[in-house]
């Protein structure tokens, strides 16, 4: 719908293609080519503050006395009594750790194509609002920089999860299968919402659909609306919304153990306390600013209304890009949460035994690093997929007050409920992994 409505916007004898926005594209393409394998946002934000625990080696244990430690000459006979306080070594993490970490390209990529994709919009918004005319006569070139990183985020997202269906018994597959069926039993019953309480606008993109179709083919309103009725497209949609839900699932659980061990961190220190909860409860904000009743309407109605109703829809859009600031600047304590994990699975696993061989020890604390590309693209890639769809509303809520154009605007509904959509998933996904790791590992992350 969004590449029809690009195409349809404009007319031959007005259109002047690209302009200025073909050198843009060109000069940030040959960028992220030439570049990126010396400058890379997402190397910088692996390497610049994140600590990992290394494994310790038999050296290590030179110390503990041969009454403490049996040694047969091979390493898995080599035991570490509980009595033994043993110490893990931290080390700054470095490039040549990194490439042998699975998902490091791919975390890359998508981190480094998107902070690319945000320059061609900003510098796209800034082209337009020097030159006005152009928005009107010209592709809009950073949709498709930005439709670009939805697809490619959305396949990122889709081959993490699918690791979790390669084992038959594996429990994360049923519970994937629970929360996809879960989330499209919910996406089915808010798009029956009338649209006076969660405006959507659904309901306008139709009608703006309708209309491109019957002067189109010349049908008639009762004909085009027979042909695409509005239940059909409310069903394509809660069916993509169930696909994000089920492929955000394990991102949120594992946002909400990030979330616990950073609190574990930060103790007697009240701002970042503070900071980390505004982190975690802003997502309920955000899905509170399409509840018209407790929104909109005390806000914009009245006698003496606070704001218009322009004003509120700029406040939605940048509440949303709040959020996704928000959670990226909180990275480094959220992946440096997770890492430490190292060091706490082995302090249970060392109090649950009274003796831990080395070979448990070296791979406990080996098989958390490993998993850190997967682990930074379930926290980063959920943000950009809001950041995208954000900026993709934006762009059609823009064409949408405007009496210019419609193609590009019949998308502004669909965008609103996936922005809506990715927060409410937000909410449940953490909530939900917040009990599970409260119940669970609260005694690990005490």
Same mark, same amino acid.
């Given at each position: 719908? $969004? ?39 997402? #190397? ?27 040694? @047969? ?13 043993? @110490?893990?070594?931290?080390?700054? $993490? ?33 082209? *337009? ?53 879960? *989330? ?45 009725? @509005? ?22 659980? #594992? ?13 007697? #220190? ?8 505004? @982190?975690?409860? $802003? ?12 929104? #909109? ?14 004003? *509120? ?73 809001? $950041? ?59």
């Amino acid at each position: 719908l $969004l590449i029809v409505g690009f195409f349809i916007d404009y007319t031959p004898t007005a259109m002047g293609m690209f302009g200025a926005q073909l050198v843009i594209t060109m000069i940030v393409a040959s960028a992220v080519h030439k570049l990126s394998a010396y400058y890379s946002l997402g #190397r910088w934000l692996l390497v610049k503050k994140l600590k990992f625990y290394l494994p310790p080696t038999q050296s290590d244990l030179q110390q503990v006395s041969r009454s403490s430690a049996r040694l @047969n000459g091979k390493k898995e006979d080599i035991f570490i009594p509980s009595s033994y306080t043993l @110490n893990l070594k931290s080390s700054q $993490l470095c490039l040549s750790e990194l490439l042998t970490i699975h998902y490091y390209s791919d975390f890359r990529w998508l981190v480094d194509f998107a902070a690319s994709s945000l320059f061609v919009y900003v510098c796209t918004r800034i082209y *337009f609002l020097f030159n006005p005319s152009a928005m009107w006569s010209e592709y809009d070139l950073s949709v498709i920089w930005l439709l670009l990183v939805l697809v490619y985020n959305a396949g990122v997202l889709v081959a993490i999860t699918i690791v979790y269906f390669t084992d038959e018994l594996s429990t994360e597959r049923s519970l994937c299968l629970v929360f996809t069926a879960f *989330f499209l039993v919910c996406a089915m019953a808010v798009l029956i919402v009338d649209e006076r309480s969660l405006e959507f606008g659904l309901d306008n993109s139709h009608e703006l659909l309708t209309r491109y179709f019957m002067n189109v083919t010349g049908f008639k309103r009762e004909t085009a609306a027979l042909l695409f009725p @509005n239940w059909q497209m409310k069903m394509f949609l809660a069916v993509v919304a169930s696909l994000i839900g089920g492929v955000l699932t394990f991102p949120c659980f #594992r946002y909400a153990q990030m979330h616990y061990g950073a609190l574990s961190q930060v103790r007697g #220190r009240p701002l970042y306390r503070t900071l980390y909860h505004l @982190n975690l409860i $802003l997502p309920l904000i955000v899905v509170s600013m399409w509840i018209a009743p407790i929104s #909109r309407i005390p806000l914009t109605t009245g006698e003496a209304p606070l704001i218009t109703d322009q004003q *509120f829809d700029s406040y939605k859009i940048a509440l949303l890009l709040i959020t996704c600031i928000l959670r990226v600047s909180l990275s480094w304590p959220y992946l440096q949460a997770y890492l430490e994990l190292a060091k706490q699975k082995v302090h249970v696993m060392r109090s649950a035994k009274e003796r831990t061989s080395l070979a448990q020890v070296q791979k406990t604390v080996m098989y958390v690093f490993k998993f850190l590309c997967t682990v930074a693209l379930q926290h980063i890639a959920p943000i950009i997929l809001l $950041l995208t769809m954000t900026l993709l509303y934006q762009i059609t809520h823009a064409r949408q007050a405007s009496s210019h154009t419609q193609g590009i605007a019949m998308c502004e509904g669909c965008f609103s409920f996936l922005c809506w959509w990715i927060n409410f998933v937000w909410i449940v996904g953490t909530t939900c992994g917040t009990f599970e790791y409260t119940f669970s590992f609260g005694h690990l992350l005490a």
